[in-house]
């Protein structure tokens, strides 16, 4: 099938590495110059909800979620600082420990990722 523009040509982010502190999303003190960064995953609504209740609203430009997480924790699956109102998650420099359950959320993203482009 020929390329129709729309989500193909956009693409579709599923997960991030963030290295650095930026100036509207710095809650978990990355660019202090320590070997420090943090995982970002995107969820299904379900999967969200069930991990951290239901989602909070947007923040306003530069600030973070009001979920009362400590965003600069390490090792500990908890809404995205800045993302969380659409469903994402975060861990800052993730353990060994951690490993399986974030391959099962990436599987989990990789495939709605591959139904959002069979359904385009």
């Known amino acids: 099938m020929p390329y129709s523009g729309g989500?193909?040509?956009k693409g579709v982010y599923i997960a991030t590495f963030k290295l650095r502190d930026g100036a509207h999303d710095?809650?978990?003190?990355?660019?202090?110059g320590a070997a420090r960064y943090r995982f970002n995953i995107s969820l299904s609504r379900h999967e969200y909800e069930t991990l951290f209740g239901p989602?909070?609203?947007?923040p306003p430009a530069g600030g973070v979620v009001a979920t009362g997480h400590d965003?600069?924790?390490e090792n500990q699956l908890m809404p995205h600082p800045v993302y969380?109102?659409?469903?994402?998650?975060?861990i800052?420099?993730?353990g060994l420990d951690q490993m399986e359950r974030l391959t099962a959320l990436a599987q989990g993203a990789i495939a709605r990722a591959?139904?959002?482009?069979?359904?385009a």
């Open 55 to 58: 989602r909070p609203a947007r």
């Open 71 to 73: 965003f600069s924790v």
């Open 84 to 90: 969380a109102w659409m469903h994402w998650a975060a």
């Open 7 to 9: 989500l193909r040509k």
């Open 26 to 32: 710095n809650a978990s003190t990355l660019g202090d």
């Open 114 to 119: 591959a139904g959002k482009f069979q359904a």
């Open 92 to 94: 800052v420099n993730p």
